[in-house]
């Protein structure tokens, strides 16, 4: 059985002020986070993954479509880590060294990120990954994750709507530039790599 305390967010709800408000990372981390939680607990009682790591269910629930609900929501439970992890305020905004040869710029980066995020049609989300040594910016629909894809996340953007719609509305532009030029933690990457 999986717990929210295994994944305790890396700093206070109101961290990310003024981007992200208190209210967002409260209902984001506490509702959402805690609910995919509960749903990925429920739903493997009884069954052959229920003492599996979490990876280890995203990768054999993947496999199959009678296991959607128990991919979907495992994979959600990683994803949100990984992204709350992905954020932090006042981490200097620089391009780490292992980039330089996928991406010319940082503003090289931030149009390659933004473009992808710009063709993800309802909920999703953005990553950087590598992938057979190769850097990539991909996305994923809805709860889908690149770890059961034979890639490697670096960095991640949540673009469902309960991720910004608090504070940005429609605005989801405003929302996915305040992320590339505020709040990715570059060290949390940086140590992916
Ligand atoms: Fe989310």
Same mark, same amino acid.
């Given at each position: 059985?999986?717990? &929210?305390n295994?994944y305790? &967010?890396?700093y206070?709800?109101?961290? &990310? ?9 409260t /209902? =984001?981390?506490e509702?959402h986070?805690a609910?995919y939680?509960?749903?990925l ?7 052959e ?6 990876k280890? #269910? #995203? #990768?054999?629930s993947s =496999? ?6 128990i ?5 959600q439970? /990683?994803?949100?880590n +990984? ?15 292992? !980039? ?6 940082i @503003?090289? +980066?931030? $149009? ?17 990954? $590598? ?7 991909v996305?994923?629909?809805n ?13 991640c953007? @949540? !673009? ?5 719609y608090l504070d ?7 929302? #996915? @530039?305040?992320f590339?030029?505020h &709040?990715i933690?570059?060290? /949390?990457?940086?140590n992916? !790599?």
């Amino acid at each position: 059985m999986f717990e &929210l305390n295994q994944y305790p &967010l890396p700093y206070k709800k109101n961290a &990310l002020e003024p981007y992200i408000s208190e209210k967002t990372m409260t /209902f =984001h981390y506490e509702k959402h986070m805690a609910g995919y939680i509960e749903n990925l607990n429920n739903a493997i009682q009884g069954t052959e993954f229920v003492n599996m790591s979490l990876k280890q #269910i #995203i #990768i054999k629930s993947s =496999h199959s479509k009678d296991t959607k609900y128990i991919f979907n929501n495992s994979a959600q439970v /990683f994803n949100h880590n +990984f992204f709350f992890n992905c954020m932090k305020v006042g981490v200097p905004q620089n391009l780490p060294k292992k !980039l330089f040869n996928a991406f010319a710029s940082i @503003d090289d +980066f931030k $149009t390659q990120f933004r473009a992808v995020a710009n063709t993800v049609f309802g909920s999703g989300w953005v990553w950087l990954v $590598t992938e057979a040594r190769e850097y990539k910016i991909v996305k994923t629909a809805n709860g889908d994750t690149p770890i059961a894809h034979n890639q490697t996340p670096l960095l991640c953007l @949540d !673009l469902w709507e309960h991720a910004y719609y608090l504070d940005y509305q429609n605005r989801r532009g405003e929302y #996915i @530039d305040t992320f590339l030029n505020h &709040l990715i933690n570059w060290e /949390f990457v940086e140590n992916c !790599l």
